[in-house]
């Protein structure tokens, strides 16, 4: 949340028309690409991320430098990178043995790099966390709830951060008086603070409408507390991390908004508390589904399967079909469990209809 420059607190010189138009169109651009590419899909919304992560923990080692770090960039980018898309295709487990193997890496360049400190390992792993594993919480939200629905959750949580952002700076300006957080954020107040809290719980009541998710005005109105606060909480500590290196803007790739980290700060915190807020209160109706593709569906062991997952659709998702032969019994399958992706080891079936998604 921005109630006006964050970072050192000075002055700034009054926009001109040409500053301003420079802010509208790189803002929106990012809001434009962002929109696109969540609604665009699951990969499309990785893709994503992996470039947010990319950018960020570029930015973040930049202001760590200016505050006389000398934290392993390389290592700590391409972790970041990697964490949405292992988190994507392995979970949780994939991402404990991605952190594993930064931290022993970074061990190794501590023991035979003699410049380097712990602060700096420290620093590298904190960052890399920061900037890539924070943000995976929206890719849970999004294939939690697949389809065009997803997309729009997704947005409908940026769009409460983005809100929040929005009232407090305008309530802030023309009426705040009461500093909320003065050594780290001077133009913070309360006054935009409750303003902020309003917009966020005025957008997650919205979200609580759209049809994927179960939950009541009650429940949405103590997430948009809950969410708006998480927000505040990721726009002080960017604050704080530029107060310490002594900068106004963590980067400039947004021309007239600064770096990607300005413009994300308070999603990557809000990223998680939304999806463990959602998927906790099980507002999330997919979010504990296994998908799951069954060999030999038709024979013994196949249909053993495809009863356990008719016994249990709330956690139990068949993605994909394989089968030599039986056909017949295979569209059968793939109708009622709606699977797109189906296999023969016959090839003479190689060309059937039974291999186009079913209506």
Same mark, same amino acid.
């Not at 620093?123 to 890399?128: C, G, L, T």
């Not at 998927?279 to 249909?303: D, E, H, N, Y």
């Given at each position: ?10 002055? @700034? @010189? ?15 651009? /990012? ?8 609604? $665009?899909?699951?990969?499309?919304? +990785?893709? /994503? ?25 390389? %290592? ?6 990697? /964490? ?15 952190? !594993? ?51 729009? %959750? ?14 407090? /700076?305008? &309530? ?33 009541? *919205? ?26 909480? =990721? ?7 530029? @107060? ?7 980067? !400039? &790739? ?14 990557? $915190?809000?990223?998680?508390?939304? #999806?463990?807020? +959602?998927?906790? =209160?099980? *507002? ?6 296994? @998908? &799951? ?26 993605? #994909? ?5 039986? #056909?017949?019994?295979? $569209? ?12 023969? =080891?016959?090839?003479?079936?190689? =060309?059937?209809?039974? +291999?186009?998604?079913?209506?």
């Amino acid at each position: 949340m921005t109630e006006g420059p964050k970072g050192t607190g000075e002055r @700034r @010189r009054p926009a001109k028309k040409s500053d301003l138009g420079v802010r509208f169109a790189s803002g929106t651009v /990012y809001f434009v690409l962002t929109v696109g590419l969540i609604l $665009a899909g699951t990969v499309t919304t +990785l893709v /994503y991320f992996c470039v947010v992560a990319g950018l960020v923990s570029y930015e973040f080692f930049g202001l760590l430098r200016h505050d006389a770090k000398r934290p392993n960039d390389l %290592l700590g980018i391409v972790a970041a990178v990697l /964490y949405p898309p292992v988190m994507w295709l392995y979970g949780f487990v994939g991402v404990g043995v991605l952190s !594993t193997s930064l931290i022993l890496a970074l061990l190794i360049w501590y023991v035979f790099y003699s410049r380097s400190r712990v602060v700096d390992v420290g620093a590298s792993i904190f960052v890399a966390l920061y900037a890539g594993f924070l943000p995976c919480g929206f890719l849970l939200v999004r294939e939690a709830v697949p389809g065009f629905w997803g997309g729009i %959750l997704v947005l409908g949580i940026m769009c409460g951060v983005w809100l929040n952002d929005v009232f407090a /700076y305008l &309530i802030g300006r023309r009426f705040g008086k009461h500093k909320l957080a003065p050594r780290v954020s001077p133009k913070k107040t309360w006054e935009g603070f409750i303003a902020g809290m309003v917009a966020s719980v005025g957008v997650w009541c *919205a979200i609580a409408l759209i049809p994927p998710v179960d939950m009541g005005f009650v429940e949405a109105s103590a997430f948009g507390v809950l969410c708006g606060l998480a927000g505040i909480l =990721g726009d002080l500590a960017e604050s704080r991390f530029k @107060r310490n290196s002594g900068v106004k803007d963590s980067g !400039t &790739i947004m021309p007239g908004h600064g770096g990607m980290m300005d413009r994300v700060d308070s999603m990557i $915190a809000v990223s998680f508390v939304s #999806a463990f807020l +959602l998927f906790g =209160g099980g *507002a999330s109706p997919m979010s504990c589904k296994k @998908r &799951i593709a069954i060999l030999g569906s038709t024979g013994s062991i196949g249909t053993q399967t495809a009863d356990i997952v008719r016994r249990h659709p709330d956690k139990l998702e068949i993605v #994909a079909l394989a089968a030599n032969r039986s #056909a017949d019994a295979v $569209a059968a399958q793939a109708a009622e469990f709606g699977v797109r992706r189906i296999a023969f =080891g016959d090839e003479a079936l190689a =060309g059937s209809p039974v +291999l186009e998604a079913p209506a």
